[in-house]
C-alpha cells in the first residue's frame, strides 16, 4: 500500500475536526517511537509519520482517538460511547 502525503493525512484530520466540532490548538505530524498518536492537555494533537502508510480505517480510529480526548480526556465510557458513535458512521 502506498502511503497518502502529509498534506492529504491533514485533509483527513481537518474533515473529523469539523465533524467532531473540536478545536485543536496545533495538529503535528512527526516520528514517534511508542505510540501512533498523543494529546496534550493544552490542546495540542500529534500524529506519528508512520501513520501515512496505515490502511484509511485505521488512520481514521487513531484520528478520531486523539479528537475526541479534546473534548473527554479519559477513555471512559463517555469516551468509549463517543469513539463508536463517530467510528460507527
Partial sequence: MKPI?????????????????????????????????????????????????QPAEFRQHVIVHELLHLRVPNHGKLFKSLLKAYIAR
Fill in 5 to 53: 502525503t502529509k498534506e492529504q493525512f491533514r485533509a483527513e484530520v481537518a474533515e473529523w475536526v469539523a465533524k467532531i466540532g473540536v478545536k485543536p490548538k496545533r495538529i503535528a505530524i512527526q516520528p514517534m517511537t511508542r505510540k501512533w498518536a498523543s494529546c496534550s492537555t493544552l490542546g495540542r494533537v500529534t500524529f506519528g509519520v508512520d501513520l501515512l502508510g
